[in-house]
């Protein structure tokens, strides 16, 4: 029987090269897909796919679809997400929604035992320990599908916790590295990525480097490694996508293309492997460089460590704040340079606390994007 696959997020960027893998293959059948609020795009994949239920968060966009999808059960509103779940009765969930909207559905889908492949990393970052608690609690795992965190899970099988000295993410560097003054960055040239794919806020957090931060703070909760041994590297090539340092002096390195698709796929037919990509020919690309990122410069990247190191609603704040900051340099309210600045004095003000519940995660997250709010409102008044 084919394994059953939810796909949380079909709309966006790794939704869609989810469903180019999943026609692919005969291993594995879609049974459900959500979305936010692009309900045409939701229906025509729901037609393609043959998918007998479906999922929009906002109300009116689910209603126009369940309208032109007859055949097709359409649920709504977060909740409609978390039924959707239990509706599929999928064997695995791929939760690609961006941001903290994330995090409940990857609580449903953990609670339900169901493994998840995870491209949602803010449910890691906001809920942290909490989510890897209940994933051994109820026996689902979490197949990572983010490129760094996808080759470091290969790259640590068989080897004991003693053998490894540090893991090692790679950053590609943004559309700005070896630049200094970023105070006239605009929109456009922030959403320009040298080498990858990907939505909005991925891609100017991938410009601030925020996006490698946070992806150090789920490496630690993934793996179990503290941040003084997870150190990140800029390599522009983007061939390189994580390194593990052994004890005993070796190194061993994930090289592949950057193409989404063989994460997601890996993840999908775990443990199988199958034909995707073409492997990288190393001879074409000639070299692979390496570099220390620039922390003054990208002071997000630090913001990130700090706040992982600190612990508690330290990464929620740090998320929420990011993720406000974000949206307003998008719309063109504050400048690219004000979006440290913002998430800076939300962490400064909210003092950390350890979190003992889901609830508090979201009351954190709440209090942390008022603030941020009321922090960018006082950037465009000082602009």
């Not at 942390?368 to 602009?383: D, F, I, M, Y």
Request: proline share 5%; charged share 20%; hydrophobic share 45%.
């Amino acid at each position: 029987m084919p394994k059953r696959v939810l796909i949380l997020g079909s709309t966006g960027s790794i939704g869609e090269q989810a469903l180019d893998v999943l026609a692919r293959s005969r291993e594995l059948r879609v049974v459900g897909l959500s979305a936010g609020t692009n309900w045409e795009r939701l229906a025509a994949q729901a037609t393609a796919a043959g998918v007998g239920f479906a999922a929009l968060r906002e109300p009116t966009a689910a209603a126009r679809a369940q309208a032109e999808l007859d055949s097709i059960r359409v649920l709504s509103g977060e909740q409609g997400v978390r039924e959707l779940i239990a509706a599929c009765e999928p064997d695995l969930v791929l939760n690609a929604i961006v941001g903290t909207a994330g995090l409940g559905p990857t609580i449903a889908t953990l609670s339900a035992g169901i493994d998840l492949a995870l491209a949602n990393k803010e449910s890691l970052v906001v809920g942290g320990d909490l989510v890897t608690i209940l994933a051994e609690a109820t026996g689902a795992r979490i197949l990572p599908v983010d490129s760094e965190h996808s080759a470091l899970f290969q790259l640590l099988a068989g080897h004991e916790p003693g053998a490894v000295d540090k893991l090692v993410l790679t950053a590609s560097g943004g559309p700005f590295r070896g630049r200094s003054d970023l105070s006239d960055v605009t929109p456009a040239e922030a959403l320009a990525h040298p080498t990858w794919d990907m939505g909005g806020r991925i891609t100017v957090d991938s410009a601030t480097l925020m996006n490698k931060g946070l992806e150090v703070i789920e490496a630690h909760h993934l793996f179990g490694v503290p941040y003084s041994r997870i150190d990140v590297v800029v390599h522009p090539q983007s061939i390189v996508h994580a390194l593990v340092e052994l004890a005993d002096g070796a190194s061993l390195a994930h090289l592949g293309t950057p193409d989404m698709r063989v994460p997601i796929s890996f993840a999908l037919h775990h443990p199988r492997r199958v034909d995707v990509a073409a492997p990288v020919n190393l001879a074409e690309v000639g070299e692979l460089n390496f570099e220390a990122p620039d922390f003054e410069t990208f002071r997000c990247l630090g913001l990130a460590r700090e706040a992982g190191a600190t612990g508690g609603s330290a990464p929620c704040v740090l998320n929420a704040a990011d993720e406000v900051a974000v949206e307003a340099f998008l719309g063109g309210r504050i400048p690219f340079t004000a979006i440290p600045v913002v998430i800076a004095e939300a962490l400064g003000t909210i003092e950390p606390q350890p979190f003992a519940h889901f609830e508090e995660v979201y009351e954190c997250d709440a209090r942390a994007r008022a603030l941020a709010a009321e922090l960018v409102e006082r950037q465009r008044a000082a602009a």
